[in-house]
């Protein structure tokens, strides 16, 4: 049984019966009166379609729509479904129940489904499930219909989290890990996934257009499809709150075949073939809007219609494309979608799914001939490897892999009282088996090698970071797990001890013989409460997953976890080098007590434990600014945090009470429990093979590392303590805060009591002392419930407490003081009308994102940095040397991260030099980033210079050098910069340069000492950029529309004019065929004016890397410029089974320019031209193509261009 799963038996309909029908439809709020769709379905029922299911997929209510009118119309549909005994119902959500993503759309959507719960009907399934993500199910005899909610990613407002206690689930990781539970154990049935939104769309919501739109209005269109393709409205599928659903849902598909995916935003009908799947959208039926066609769809309609979904019982799966005319419908096109396997092949995707021709292969009751005798078997022979590559990717323990070892023939007719296959397990990297055995319990056989070809996103599969990823499964231990299992005995940790068996080929397999028979790989026991309760995994009330502890210790404090045991649990990962312990690698024994439920770690998985990094690129991972997770498995930690990454969240959140003492004492316990000779013998436990080959040293290390175990303890708590989260329940609590004389906090939760809202010491769910030199910040995070914060006392200095009260009517006190520090005390309180009593050091905060009201276990994030070295070499300075550093902060409150900075230097043979810095302060002012930079240039490099004019002259028999120009620069600004609409920005500031321009022997500067920019010159300007980028992307882009304003204004010494001004306009345009390989055509045009006097390297000026490809750099430069780019690009592939990703296509440009120039009258009035073409190559993201061009001109017949990213420079 699934969680989220809503189970419906239709015992009238005959598993045997000839068809059965879905109706997809959506948008019926687009009737004048949405009840107007009950006489339509009444027309359709009058052609006797048999059984059938009517999907209203969405906005089915109008936004306006009042409470009764619902209740009405439910009423109305329960009429209809009692004349009509074989017809069947179900309603989903869109963004219209949720007031069109309006601020109060929750509870609007909440108000309807309490509405709609008062007039049930056995026949229709109403989901609008409190506003929670699903996935539900709904069974029919040869159908599974899994009911997504889209809009909860969509809703830009209040709606259900994780710590609201609303859902069991509502988060995206373990939406997407159910839904593939569901698509992995439904067998032998049909799958119909249905959302509102849709993955991918053909018209105006999924940014297609008709060529109209880009010029409706005038100048203004192209700029509007832009924005809709890109960066969306809310009803658009392109806009941000999506984007994770959409990405995660067409990933999730990419594993499997033979399902539909059903949407009805889009006021239109069609259906799109997408690898073995099939994409439909049948939202029209109110009236039809426009669609895009030409796209090799199946079907595109912007008539008013439905498709119906036509499931037979051999198979085969159709189409039906029904008009609607009024009341009455009428037939149009009808299609295969699936052909079914009991046909003969044809040229139609063979349903995979529903195959009801094919013999059922049944287990049977013995096995064929058990096998008493062992075998020998190497874990995995292709990890073996050569010099070379173990120096490159590391030697780790490829021995364990590829010596033989001895293993016993599983006897499913014995072992644990017989053993039945009870399906296939989950898991991304592992081959799995559930069993039940004759003890009443149930296990599962897990493949000792493993194959992260399905935890790869999807673009990455079979390149070489496949391959490499499943070469680097040798940095694990493939027995470790066996050592594991004894030492944990010998701390008292619940956990499953694995047996090493081969999976016999036999008939006991059933249908899984030819996949899993002669399977290499462990059987353990599983721990789940979905058996007979005496034999529940040690001995316990329940067994949950992770996801459904956090929801029960949200929904209640009497719900904990022992957090002492935790801590010991902990210590032990850490000591045995397991850093893979994210939420999913546990489970959690419930126990009942007299004062609630105690919840007991089990920690499963030791794939990870003991991992060798050893190898150069390995070795680098391994680094502190490397990959954040993972440790390579030495006598000494070097790298406490990456070893504990993956359990940050968990550890923060389940371990938040305990102390330094608490995490020392789990590392003293797991000492004085565990003595030598247990690690020997622990060790030994794997096969005997491996102790020579890697054994030996695993109990050197582990030896090793035991004793200096207390340290890594307080060293890690030092790591948590930094900021600490105290998290209540969705009942009532009172905190109680406490800032001592010392500076320590005492941090106490009780319970509230009932009478009077006061304390209940009698009931303490919390208490823990936080010391300045330990801890800098501690939230306080209510969630739901009427809950009391109380702080006092006084101090000289203190913590920081951020109080972020949740729901519920909450009453906050703050009478402390602190002396130093400023407000110590701030409070996140999202009630309009809050009851608090505060004092001096108290402070109410406005965040600039809603989201923090909220908890977020995930929330926190640690500091960074990330070293760069690079080599190049240019004609100016010759060979280089740059090294820079990047510092990424987080802070509480802040989105991405709190600032970053920036330091570089460089310096090349020919005696360059630059420093620089640069930062970033996210949200300093409001949404407004503060941002500065400081630069030193020793010279700065201005490439060429050729004179000001639009036909300065350029002599090919002066040295090449001749024109090349350089200044030395000192420079310092400060601004302001938001980010808006994914790419857009403002950016306002101010700066200042000291410049001076070098005249060196026999050069252009020094032949003409007259140019403005030879002398020292000191610059002050203001600037502000407006630049709207409503592109798909910044590099290689196919669609959209970008439009750039820079203003400069200011002030340059010795300059004959008081006030200079720099005004610029950039626009680029992008169209692209829709296509696999499409061909785009980009247009940028701009142009810009210079007022004032103005040193030589502040005009205008063109050439190959700015606006005018086919001349030298810096071509022509003057006082004002114009210029068009025009470019065409063809992809002509794009192959992910390769060495790596790749897009290759070839293209063309044709550019004009030209520059105006006061000081030069005589300058040519005519515009150049320059045009080429050349190739590119996409290696993973567009951001690394690589382009090679050649482009001509009247004084260049031959000018290579190689570029990296963009193509319009």
Known sequence: ????????????????????????????????????????????????????????????????????????????????????????????????????????????????????????????????????????????????????????????????????????????????????????????????????????????????????????????????VGFRQNVGTSRDISNTNLGPFRYKLNGVLQDYGSVILASAHERNQSIMRRGNNFFINSGGIAGGAFIAHGSKAALTSSSAGFVEINYTSNGKISYQHWLVNGNQVSKKEEGQLFQSACENAGKGITNTLFQPCNPVIKPSDKMDTPRTEPTTVAAGSEYASKRFKEKWFGKHYRDSWTVPVKAPYLDMDTTFGGLVIAGKGGGRQTTSLKLIAGNGKEYVFRSVDKDPFRALAYELRGTVVSQVLK???????????????????????LHASPELFVLPKDNKLGAFKEQYGNLFGMLEERPTDKIGKAKVFAGAKDIEKSFKLFNKLYHDHDNRVDQREFARARMFDLWIGDWSKHEDNWKWAGYKTADGEVYRPIPRDRDHAFSRWDGIIPWLADREWGMPNGENFAERIHGLRSLMWQARHLDRFVGSELSKADWVNAAKEIQEAIKMQDITAAVHNMPAAIYDKDGREIERKLKARIGDLQKYAAEYYALLAKEVDVVGSNKAEYFKVMREANGQVRVNVYNVSKQNRQADTAKIYYQRVFDPSETREIRLNGLGGDDVFDVQGKSEQSILVRIISGGGDDYISDQSEVR??????????????????????????????????????????????????LLNYNPFTGFAVHGGITFTRQRFGKPDFASKHSLGASVSVKGNYEFSYSNQFRQLWGKWDGISQVSLSRPLNYNFFFGVGNNTPKNNDLPSNYYRTQYNSFAVSAGL????????????????????????????????????????????????????????????????????????????????????????????????THRKNPLTLGLRLGGGIAKGQLPFYKLFSLGQLNDLRGFK?????????????????????????????????????YDVGRVWAKNDPGSADY???GYGGGFYITPFREQFAFNISAGTSKEESLLLMISIGSFFR
């Open 820 to 869: 130093k520090g400023g407000k110590q005390t701030l409070i996140y309180e999202k009630d309009p009308n809050p009851h608090h009593e505060l004092g001096s050091e108290a402070r109410e905060v406005k965040p600039t994102d809603e989201r923090y009201y909220e908890y977020d276990r995930n929330a926190f994030k640690y500091n960074t940095y990330l070293p760069v070295a």
């Open 471 to 493: 070469d680097q499964t040798s940095t694990q231990q493939p027995y470790g797990a066996m050592t594991v299992a004894p030492l944990l005995d010998k701390i008292g940790i």
């Open 1167 to 1169: 515009w150049h031209q």
């Open 977 to 1072: 910069l938001r980010q808006f609409w994914k790419q857009s920005k403002i950016e306002i500031g101010a700066s200042y340069e000291l410049a001076e321009g070098i005249q060196r022997n026999n050069s252009y500067l020094a032949d003409h000492p007259e140019i403005f920019g030879n002398e020292q010159l000191h610059l002050i300007f203001a600037k502000g950029i407006l630049n709207l980028d409503f592109r798909d992307r910044a590099a290689l882009p196919e669609r959209g529309f970008r439009v750039q304003v820079t203003q400069q204004a200011g002030h340059v010494s010795q300059s004959k004019n008081d006030l200079a001004s720099i005004s610029e306009l950039e626009i680029e345009q992008y169209l692209s």
């Open 1113 to 1149: 750099r810096n071509r022509f430069t003057g006082e004002s410029k114009g210029f068009l780019n025009t470019e065409l690009r063809w992809q002509l592939t794009e192959t992910r089974n390769t060495f790596v990703p790749l897009k290759m296509g070839v293209r063309a440009f």
């Open 1 to 224: 049984m699934f969680l989220c799963a809503v189970v419906v038996l239709l015992a009238m309909f005959d598993a045997s019966a000839a068809d059965f029908k879905v109706i997809l439809t959506g948008n019926t709020a687009d009737f004048e009166n949405a009840a107007d769709i009950f006489p339509v379905i009444e027309s359709y029922l009058a052609t006797k379609p048999g059984p059938v299911l009517w999907v209203f997929n969405g906005d089915a209510f109008p936004e306006p729509m009042t409470i009764d009118q619902v209740t009405d119309w439910k009423r109305k549909a329960n009429a209809l479904l009692d004349r009509n005994p074989e017809l069947h119902m179900l309603l989903n959500q869109g963004d219209r129940e949720w007031l069109g993503s309006g601020k109060d759309g929750w509870q609007r959507v909440m108000a309807f489904e309490k509405a709609l719960d008062h007039e049930k009907h056995a026949r229709f399934q109403v989901f609008l499930g409190h506003g929670c993500p699903g996935p539900w199910t709904v069974s029919f005899p040869m159908l599974e219909v899994v009911v997504i909610n889209s809009q909860w990613w969509n809703h830009p407002h209040d709606k259900p989290r994780p710590s609201s206690d609303a859902c069991t689930i509502a988060d995206t990781d373990n939406f997407v890990e159910e839904l593939e539970g569901i698509l992995d154990e439904t067998t032998d049935k049909n799958v119909l996934l249905l959302s509102h939104f849709p993955v991918e769309s053909l018209g105006n919501y999924g940014g297609r257009f008709s060529a109209a739109s880009y010029f409706s209005p005038p100048l203004v269109g192209n700029a509007l």
